[in-house]
């Protein structure tokens, strides 16, 4: 899941009177979807797809249960058809459910006083492989703990954890798009592989016009953790050895991070804006 910074509210966003049968204030929703598709790209905030003309903005704590949230700008996140429908309104409908889940607003772990971790990153919460019949899936990475039973909730909410189905009827094709990314992705690192020095650079023009081809087609597919998964493991693997860490982040950064608006990945080697402490990306009170 990718971690993401939406940034500050847009100033062209301002309550309207509603014109509707019950007592409420809407807010511009234009105006918010446009500020939220710049800040954190077209890109579903919890499956990573691409959205197409099918955004949603998502309310985090449903605004049917808590309307004081519904206009607040750190209770939105993107959301496909998907993600939006399975996870409804009737499953998050209080402030106290928030930290029972992984968010992808919550760029990193924050903590109490205690030292306890309150909220979870999504960084290392979820493992991206392929089953034995070629299908890209999500799971819980780990084997227990605290943030493993969390990673498993925040799955069954979207119902990313659900198995592959592969009638060509199903309209989820979350899993059918992500496989289909991740082998495209296999295709474009085993090329790199070949042009890509363990010093970053790349051996030839040809390789610099693959790395470019190779941000423009992740930009389109979506799929952020996808391609982290992929493209570390190539860069990780005997041919790379000698590649040193930071080479290997600040390429992964320049590729796929880079280049996906609102990614909030590495801000201390990359110059990310620095974020309070306690900084959740939720929203704390109604």
């Known amino acids: 899941m990718r971690p993401v910074y939406r940034g500050n509210p847009p100033t062209t966003v301002t309550a309207l009177a509603a014109g509707?049968?019950?007592?409420?204030?809407?807010?511009?929703?234009?105006?918010?979807?446009?500020?939220?598709?710049?800040?954190?790209?077209?890109?579903?905030?919890?499956?990573?797809?691409?959205?197409?003309?099918?955004?949603?903005?998502?309310?985090?704590?449903?605004?049917?249960?808590?309307?004081?949230?519904e206009t607040r700008w750190d209770n939105f996140l993107l959301a496909c058809v998907n993600c939006n429908s399975t996870k409804g309104s009737a499953k998050v409908d209080r402030l106290t459910d928030l930290p029972r889940f992984i968010w992808p607003c919550t760029p990193r772990d924050v903590a109490n006083a205690q030292g306890q971790i309150v909220y979870y990153s999504p960084v290392g919460a979820f493992d991206y492989y392929v089953d034995g019949q070629g299908n890209a899936l999500v799971r819980p990475a780990g084997d227990a703990g605290d943030k493993h039973d969390r990673a498993v909730r925040t799955l069954e909410l979207v119902g990313l954890d659900k198995p592959p189905n592969l009638d060509p009827a199903v309209k989820d094709r979350r899993i059918a798009?992500?496989?289909?990314?991740?082998?495209?992705?296999?295709?474009?690192?085993?090329?790199?592989?070949?042009?890509?020095?363990?010093?970053?650079?790349?051996?030839?023009?040809?390789?610099?016009?693959?790395?470019?081809?190779?941000?423009?087609?992740?930009?389109?597919?979506?799929?952020?953790?996808?391609?982290?998964?992929?493209?570390?493991?190539?860069?990780?693997?005997?041919?790379?050895?000698?590649?040193?860490?930071?080479?290997?982040?600040?390429?992964?950064?320049?590729?796929?991070?880079?280049?996906?608006?609102?990614?909030?990945?590495?801000?201390?080697?990359?110059?990310?804006?620095?974020?309070?402490?306690?900084?959740?990306?939720?929203?704390?009170?109604?």
Request: proline content about 4%; glycine content about 8%; overall charge negative.
């Open 20 to 69: 509707r049968m019950r007592q409420a204030v809407a807010y511009n929703y234009h105006a918010v979807g446009a500020a939220l598709l710049t800040g954190l790209g077209e890109y579903c905030s919890y499956c990573e797809s691409p959205l197409g003309g099918s955004a949603a903005i998502e309310h985090i704590v449903s605004k049917s249960a808590a309307p004081a949230l």
């Open 177 to 286: 798009n992500r496989t289909a990314t991740w082998n495209v992705a296999t295709q474009l690192a085993n090329a790199l592989a070949l042009c890509v020095n363990n010093d970053g650079t790349v051996a030839n023009e040809a390789g610099a016009l693959l790395q470019d081809q190779i941000i423009e087609v992740a930009r389109m597919r979506g799929f952020w953790s996808v391609w982290m998964t992929v493209f570390t493991a190539m860069l990780r693997s005997d041919r790379h050895a000698a590649m040193a860490d930071g080479v290997r982040s600040d390429l992964l950064y320049r590729l796929f991070c880079a280049s996906m608006p609102g990614t909030y990945y590495g801000e201390a080697r990359h110059g990310l804006p620095p974020l309070p402490a306690d900084y959740t990306g939720l929203p704390t009170e109604v």
